[in-house]
């Protein structure tokens, strides 16, 4: 809905059912309904979710592009308990045994708030603000999670195709029930470079870059679609084909 103009109006209500491990979808790209994105991995592989979203966005053509955005979803994960039973006789030697499996539901609950602006500053160079808040409840695990993260891109375009990018990150995280090891505050910065070819007719891209440029250690969790930062400095190659 456009009330104005430059001003978009997005709201959605939407289902994911029977989604697969994140294993699985490696591979694929993520979705997107009315512009917010699914949690397609989130918690466990066959996970049901339930969401509702809404969404304020404002532009000024060619100049600058900025929103905000709200998601509230719902997760029930199946969760498969096996009881195995030991038959012992009088002198404590196994002589049989029984197994049972019960079969349960485990819901859990996020909220995702987003915050972006993008402005251009020539035809061929665009940079960006972005901010996050994940707040994360996983009921059947008595565990929960705040995460904040912001990043800051840059972004030059050749108009023959070629990209180069470059990315600050700041992660700071709240861990409550995963453990000793794990719970309490951590935050840190990564920096990001790369680079991207831009097939022609938009057949897809293939893109070399580096993480960590600053070889930052630190322990995270990641989230739905949020990419688990490695603790080292690290590179790699992404080949993206459109058909």
Known sequence: ??????????????????????SNLDSLEPSFVSGFEQALDDVFGGTTGEHAAVGLDFKVPNLAYTGVELVKSRFDSPIRSVTTTLEVDDGFSVVGS??????ALGTSDSRRFRAYHYQVLSKQLVAGLTYTLREDDLDFQATSADTHRGVGSLNWFHPRGYVLFGNLTWRDQTL?????????????WTVDVGASYLLPKRHGSVTVGIQNLLDRSFEYEGFGNDIQPLPNINGFVKLSLNF
Not at 1 to 22: D, I, N
């Open 1 to 22: 809905f456009a009330p104005l103009e430059a001003v978009t109006l997005r709201t959605a209500y939407f289902q994911t059912l029977g989604g697969s491990p994140a």
């Open 98 to 103: 029984s197994e049972s499996v019960a079969q």
């Open 176 to 188: 409550r029930g995963f453990g000793e090891r794990f719970d309490g505050s951590n935050d840190f």
